[in-house]
């Protein structure tokens, strides 16, 4: 008896999971995108922030890295969505929560990313840049930041499907992403391994052909 | 036109440079030389201010560098620099390492940076090489490039930071000719040096550094023929 309801439950046609973990999919497309988006932008401010010779934005930077990377992104979700409304009577969205959480997390390692490779950039790049009478600004927009893009792209591609993969932890505040969906699949009918499979392979999908783009600009970029 | 009062340059506790004063007139050649560390280069790094000034004046033109009300960006745009080590911009073609300054330090319209950068690159010999990127060109071939990219800012000044010591010996002569034919010209240049044949032969005047301080100076017949201080006679009695 036992057997057969397992038997039952275990032949759930796929077509059935797919069109529920296909709902937390773009849930999931959305957050990352937005989150990496704004990651990147925050993450460039605060790295170029860390290699500034003004002691102020340094140390503003550092401790913006610090923080963020040295505390768990479940906690900094926690803390925008539950902590900043009893605070500061601010009420996100589940959605905008985890596109903020991943903007700061992934912000902090996209800034340590951003400083070593602008940092790596000979000297002599900049040097080159001021002796024809470029301003600090400008050597940086068209010598040095074109030049350190692309040694920014293999980490930040790493970066990018580790922030993915931060996601899936923000069904906790009922963020209806992929793990939110498959589990709500799971209390509903009680069929547990195929959604899980289902859920694995909705990230695979994401990051699969991910790498495989990241390696063609890789190499069209000769990084 | 270049006027050094009293410069001294320190880093941290390290004196580099102890005092140097020089005067370089317009048209001139200077060619500096002197043993590895006598702050030759970093005297030459001071005079476009890439390196700090610890005391001391520079005056380029009618420029007081020293003076904080300078706009060194300014100075700097008609002071060329040409490096060891070339430093071309990779990620841009020839042609666009040239005109970069022009066009957003200068603001000139495209069509006439194209212009002046093409006439520059026939000029260093590389008039084909427009299009191409650093990494395809030899050593000889980058420096002239960068030496292009100097003069298409127009100026007053060259400065030459060892411009062949990274080049293989076969290549050094065409961007010696090159700096032969811009001295022709009449172009102001300090440059430091280890070639002693285009000292002798295309500068006006030699200064012989070392231990941060100007040992001897002199036209190159006087250094090189008739050394008066010791430290010269033994530095060209190993060189030469």
Redesign the interface.
């Known amino acids: 008896m036992i057997g057969l309801i397992l038997a039952e439950n275990w032949f759930v046609p796929f077509t059935d999971i797919i069109p529920i973990v296909l709902e937390g999919f773009w849930v999931t497309l959305e957050v990352i995108i937005a989150g990496f988006f704004f990651g990147f932008i925050i993450g460039s401010i605060f790295g170029l922030g860390r290699l500034s010779n003004n002691k102020f934005i340094y140390g503003i930077s550092s401790v913006y890295v610090e923080v963020m990377r040295g505390t768990p992104i479940l906690v900094q979700l926690l803390f925008i969505y539950y902590g900043l409304a009893a605070m500061i009577d601010v009420n996100f969205s589940a959605l905008t929560a985890g596109i903020l959480a991943i903007t700061v997390n992934a912000g902090a390692y996209i800034a340590e990313i951003v400083r070593g490779a602008v940092y790596s950039i000979e000297k002599g790049q900049s040097e080159a840049g001021r002796s024809i009478g470029l301003t600090k600004a400008q050597t940086m927009r068209y010598i040095i930041w074109p030049q350190a893009i692309k040694r920014m792209i293999p980490p930040l591609g790493n970066q990018f499907i580790i922030s993915l993969k931060d996601t899936s932890l923000f069904s906790i505040i009922a963020l209806h992403e992929i793990v939110y969906q498959g589990r709500q699949y799971i209390t509903t009918t009680f069929v547990i391994a195929q959604p899980y499979i289902t859920i694995a392979i909705a990230y695979l999908v994401i990051t699969i052909p991910f790498s495989l783009l990241l390696r063609r600009v890789e190499r069209r970029l000769d990084v | 036109m270049i006027k050094v009062q009293d410069l001294h340059k320190s880093f941290g506790s390290f004196e580099v440079l102890k005092g140097i004063d020089v005067e370089v007139a317009e048209q001139e050649v200077v060619c500096v030389v002197g043993p590895s560390g006598s702050g030759k280069s970093t005297f030459l790094r001071c005079l476009?201010m890439?390196e700090d000034i610890t005391s001391g004046r520079v005056i380029i033109g009618d420029d007081d560098l020293t003076d904080p009300k300078t706009n060194i960006?300014?100075v700097?745009?008609?002071?060329?620099?040409v490096?060891q080590?070339f430093?071309?911009?990779?990620?841009m073609t020839v042609l666009e390492n040239v005109t970069?300054?022009p066009l957003?330090?200068r603001r000139v319209s495209k069509e006439e940076a194209n212009k002046t950068a093409r006439d520059l690159l026939k000029k260093v010999g590389l008039a084909d090489k427009a299009d191409v990127y650093p990494e395809s060109l030899s050593g000889g071939q980058k420096q002239r490039v960068?030496i292009a990219?100097?003069l298409?800012?127009n100026p007053k000044v060259m400065l030459f930071d060892e411009p062949t010591s990274a080049l293989d010996p076969e290549l050094i002569g065409e961007v010696l000719e090159t700096m032969k034919d811009l001295a022709k010209e009449g172009m102001t240049m300090v440059v430091v040096t280890h070639e002693m044949g285009f000292a002798r032969e295309v500068g006006n005047r030699v200064i012989f550094m070392d231990e941060g301080i100007i040992m001897e100076e002199n036209t190159p017949e006087e250094i090189f023929n008739n050394p008066q201080n010791p430290r010269t006679q033994a530095f060209l009695s190993k060189i030469l």
């Open positions: 476009n890439l960006n300014m700097r745009s008609e002071v060329g620099m490096f080590h430093n071309l911009f990779p990620h970069l300054g957003k330090v960068a990219r100097s298409a800012m």
